[in-house]
């Protein structure tokens, strides 16, 4: 698991900033706040930086690993 590589403060860091940057970018693109703290922004997030069953962490994996993407 990667918290347990990075450590929780690494990995809550991470997460913050992505958050940050996340809510950025829908700004930018028009999106309601509510839609960023929602689960569509912050619930995505946080399930994409901490669960194996994610697509898009384990598609993240792959890619740091150098490995093929996985089948969905």
Known sequence: MVGKQ???????????????????????????????TGLSGLGDLILSCSSPQSRNFALGLALGRNEPRPLR
Do not use: D, H, K, N
């Not at 450590?7 to 829908?26: D, H, Q, V, W």
């Open 6 to 36: 990075l450590g929780a403060s690494a990995l809550a860091a991470l997460t913050t900033r992505g958050f940050s940057e996340l809510a950025r970018l829908g700004r930018a693109c028009g999106a309601r706040a509510e839609t960023m």
